[in-house]
């Protein structure tokens, strides 16, 4: 029987593509997500339940069985502003009762979307390693730092194997041009349709390919035997955003109407991942060019505008 | 009018030191701490206030005309083995409550109590600098990291000055002998009464008296310009348990009847602080050393057995 992997969040952007390379590698992909309406894309034998994380009972039963657990939940996104309070209320303290479930089911691996993209900060100075002095400038940023501290002290305790990914600014197929995070999409809908669109500041950023960063995760599936590690998930290299919409410009063939603003609180100037580490533990390289990401991004991004 | 003080957990075993120290210096001194029973060894002219750390309204009205608060309440000790979640919801929230509090009420200098003794694991190799990979083993100690970090983010968004103190193995007058933590005392009562003690394994602990302890949070009352700083408070050496109770032995003049048992999970095998940034910084040194410690601690052991 093939090893059997649960995704939470496996509805969600990032998730679908996990779950669809997940499926395709041969693994029994079960997704727990608490939107049965989002789930319309994935392959067919991947078996769904839907349920929220908050629920004690409801992970429990869905664990049964599994090896792996890649958890990709996020109940807030970086320009969110909220108290710290929240944040730990809304992601830490549902993220324990996972692990307190995982240890329950004696699952044995588990591998947890972090962020590259804001634990850093703009303490250092690129590329970054896994190294750097962590600096997160938003609360979802300090959330994902106190899951990893709480997931190594996990590993530690238990013995579970525990990767976490760190990805840098991960755009493609499925990631909502309206929605409140991904310039690359949103970009495109607002040049296709004459919207004017906002820079703040001209920040520099390590866009990667959504099925690259999945293809990195359904790696980690496999587990390993150092306990706990930490991995950035980039492209190797960074783009600025008026970069960007030139690249989106010439693919859709129409000019942007770019407003100039000034920096934003929580966005970090610029971010670059060393991928060294990435590249030795999981024999993972980025594929897919940003020109070729952003060239598929659009092909889809037409059918929902 | 001299800087007003509140000190949460003033009535605590270090807390009633740091009171005493600051209102000799001058300050006035206001302690919030949920039991009025422990807090009679206090100065008189500290003004007391009994409430609840969880409760927002108490701890607001607490803060009013304060410049500085000084935060040492902790739920749980190094010991326990209760699921992170706890540790989360019993420390950590509560925490990012007080940090509300403090916003709203404009107090511009935060001084909290973390825990030199538990932060950095087994990882390395002393002395350890503030720097040092941080790999608690306890509950106790994760949480006192993310702790640090959310007031990180704190210090950075709101331009509080917060200083967290790293302590190593505090002792002292008023550390209960029939307590959790706090090997010193513990030891002196059961070799004053004839019982047996436990040494689990050998560990060396760094030993620092809590008036030493207590000047450093004295020290850290005027504030500094830097945002965020990390201190570790340590005596600068480290003394293997079995020679804590040789020097137990000389000053109570009783042999101790010592069981060698095996290591506990969560001890640490050594540690050792390393003090240079605190000094730099606050200009503070240990004065007391171990012996004379101990013949201190003593005098006052004698008198509640």
Excluded at 252 to 270: C, L, N, P, Q, S
Aim: glycine share 10%; with cysteine; charged share 20%.
């Amino acid at each position: 029987m093939s090893s059997r992997v649960l995704v939470l969040g496996g509805g969600g952007f990032i998730g679908s593509h996990v779950v669809t390379a997940a499926a395709k590698c041969g693994y029994s992909v079960r997704v727990f997500d608490r939107q049965a309406s989002a789930l319309g894309e994935l392959p067919p034998s991947v078996e769904v339940v839907v349920g929220d994380w908050y629920d004690h009972s409801a992970l429990a039963a869905a664990l049964v069985g599994c090896d792996t657990v890649i958890h990709l939940i996020s109940c807030s996104v970086p320009a969110d502003a909220f108290p710290l309070s929240q944040e730990v209320t809304s992601n830490v303290l549902p993220t324990l009762g996972l692990l307190e479930a995982v240890a329950e089911a004696n699952v044995r691996n588990v591998v947890f979307a972090s962020s590259g993209g804001t634990v850093y900060g703009n303490g250092s100075v690129g590329p970054l390693t896994e190294e750097a002095a962590l600096s997160p400038q938003c609360p979802y940023g300090v959330g994902k730092v106190l899951v990893e501290q709480c997931l190594r002290f996990f590993a530690a305790k238990t013995g579970t194997a525990v990767t976490v990914l760190r990805p840098s600014n991960p755009y493609g197929p499925g990631q909502s041009p309206l929605g409140r995070q991904g310039a690359i999409p949103i970009f495109m809908r607002k040049i296709a349709v004459g919207e004017e669109i906002a820079l703040f500041g001209n920040p520099s950023r390590d866009f990667l390919y959504v099925e690259d960063l999945a293809e990195a995760f359904v790696l980690a599936i496999r587990g390993h035997h150092e306990g706990f590690r930490i991995l950035n998930v980039g492209s190797g290299r960074t783009t600025e955003l008026q970069q960007v919409v030139r690249l989106i410009e010439d693919t859709i063939g129409r000019r942007a109407r770019v407003i100039r603003k000034g920096h934003r609180e929580y966005d970090v100037d610029t971010n670059s991942l060393a991928i060294d580490r990435i590249g030795r533990s999981l024999a993972w390289s980025p594929r897919v060019s940003l020109a070729e990401g952003i060239a598929r991004t659009w092909s889809w991004v037409q059918t929902v505008i």
